[in-house]
């Protein structure tokens, strides 16, 4: 059973740096495509950031270019979200999902974690 644990969340003030991590686990995770969501209160959930796990292919929304990074480590099987100069506008809720490659959809989501940025 896959299960993804994110973790790192916190809060911190505007220009400042967080780095989530998801640890998966239940399966082996070299074709998967593994991504960062965001749900604002309020709003709904939308993409941040996505990576490839076999060749490290990364995507990023237009609105977290050049702040943000996905990473993955293969020997911990972890995902990380390395999120600098954050904005107030960045606070959400922030979900770690993991998508086969045969699959439209996300197929596995974690519990989430919560980052708040204050001005």
């Known amino acids: 059973q896959v299960q993804l644990v994110e973790s790192g969340g916190g809060s911190v003030q505007a220009g400042g740096s967080l780095r989530l991590s998801c640890a998966a686990s239940g399966s082996t995770f070299v074709n998967y495509y593994m991504g960062w969501f965001r749900q604002a209160p309020g709003k709904e959930r939308e993409f941040v950031a996505g990576?490839?796990?076999?060749?490290?292919?990364?995507r990023y929304a237009d609105s977290v270019k050049g702040r943000f990074t996905i990473s993955r480590e293969n020997a911990k099987n972890t995902v990380y979200l390395q999120m600098n100069s954050l904005k107030p506008e960045d606070t959400a809720d922030y979900y770690c999902?993991?998508?086969?490659?045969?699959?439209?959809?996300?197929?596995?989501w974690g519990q989430g974690t919560q980052v708040t940025v204050s001005s």
């Open positions: 990576i490839t796990w076999n060749n490290g292919y990364t």
């Open positions: 999902a993991a998508r086969l490659p045969t699959s439209l959809t996300y197929n596995y």
